[in-house]
């Protein structure tokens, strides 16, 4: 077989590593941009919503249009392993289906060319990865499944029970990458916040906290992925006394009517949720970021405007907006009161402008102030314009600073590498700022 490989990964972050673990495997195989020469198409699906899994089917059937004759297409990942019996015999397109559990055996599955679906959760240990997107920065899975219970996901039919890796795989694994140059990281899982708790070890990420404290070479960490009910002030402490792990936040809430959070079984009502986020928001320096469902059945529309004037008041640097979607196996499928797809989509619009609002009061409040960044390329602008972003962000969903790449040849400004910068002004929702190019 001569070897060349396209692969590609949607959906979330945890799905891009298992992606990085299959790439890992098949060292062998060339990489290629160019699906319609590949000899091997991968697809790593997502089948969390409506709108991921119509894109992996998607994306697949777009793929098999443009593939060659005797190329092998792969599907894999979460809408696999959520509807294995329905997509094996509706997409006869697709060569090899496996679901979530078999990633580090990818490769025996292209020699068998047959498709398996081992019973367990595959849960990266070890296994050598090909980290992408980055010469210094790489997310990190703390956990394979979730224990919660909320009535709208459908993660834990597919994905199982909680299991978290031992802080020694996680550490030996970011000990390896910073071997390799690598100084940034993102831990990321379902709920990250209940990282150990399958292990009856109740505040899991404070001793991880502690553990990469000591890894010399991280200079840098965020935690993704926070659920309210399992983030204790004792944890949100430990990470404001932390040298590495930023005051970054990421903590989904999905609504904050106390009526609907019962109806989600999200476990935290509206003044314990707002206890934790005015803890995180007056921390210096802090970035918090939440995300909210619109259109969830027996939503009203004074919940929803409720919703609204939080989202709009609290002072959040960036809200993601999800319109509900209808998932079978959970709780909310079976409930009466669903709200109509109009009115789903008007909501998500409304809170959709709030949510670009917040995002830029965050940026404005940003200009005149000094930061550190890391330049990541060449912006898609100009080549003299630089990509760069706070050395706080994470990579790709919290944004974007342009450095104007005055530098000469001795002092020419390096991609991965940290400075310090001065904000000078917001583009439209792009930054701008100063390094000093002296400092190096
Ligand atoms: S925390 Fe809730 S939304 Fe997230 S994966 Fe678990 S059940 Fe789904």
Known sequence: ???????????????????????????????????????????????????????????????????????????????????????????????????????????????????????????????????????????????????????????????????????????????????????????VSQDSSSYLRDQNVKDGLSLLIERIELIEGVKSARIL??????????????????????????????????????????????EKTIEL?????????????????????????EMFEEMCDFANTFGFDRINVFSYSDEETTAAYDMNGKISDDVKAQRAQTLGDIAAECTLRSLKAEIGKECELVIDRESDEHELLLSAKKLIWAPDIDGEIYVNDQSDDEHALEFGKIYKAKITELIGTILTATVDNAQK
């Open 225 to 270: 992925y926070l659920y309210p009910s399992t983030t204790s002030m004792a944890l949100l402490k430990n990470i404001a006394k932390s040298t590495v792990f930023h005051n970054y936040f990421d903590m989904p809430i999905q609504h904050i009517n106390d009526d609907m959070l019962r109806m989600m079984k999200r476990g935290f009502g509206k």
């Open 277 to 301: 986020l005015n803890f995180m928001r007056n921390l210096p320096n802090s970035f918090v970021r939440t995300s909210f469902i619109v259109g969830h059945p027996n939503e009203t529309e």
């Open 1 to 187: 077989m001569s070897n060349k490989l396209h692969i590609v990964s949607l959906g979330c972050t945890k799905n891009l590593v298992d992606t990085e673990v299959m790439m890992g495997k098949l060292q062998n195989f060339e990489l290629t941009d160019d699906n319609e020469n590949a000899d091997v198409i991968i697809v790593n699906t997502c089948g969390f919503i409506d709108a991921a899994k119509e894109e992996s089917i998607n994306t697949v059937l777009s793929l098999h249009e443009a593939r060659k004759e005797d190329s092998v297409l792969v599907m894999a990942g979460c809408l696999s392993e959520r509807y294995q019996e329905e997509l094996q015999s509706q997409i006869p397109e697709v060569d090899i289906f496996t679901g979530v559990g078999d990633y580090d055996k990818i490769d025996e599955l292209l020699i068998e060319k047959k498709s398996r679906f081992s019973d367990s959760v595959y849960l990266i240990d070890g296994a050598e990865r090909i980290v992408t997107g980055s010469t210094y920065h790489a997310y990190i899975k703390l956990s394979e499944g979730c224990n919660q219970t909320c009535s709208f996901c459908a993660i834990p039919s597919f994905k199982g029970k909680l299991n978290s890796r031992s802080l020694d795989s996680i550490a030996k694994e970011v000990e390896g990458l910073v071997k390799k140059g690598y100084y940034d990281f993102s831990f």
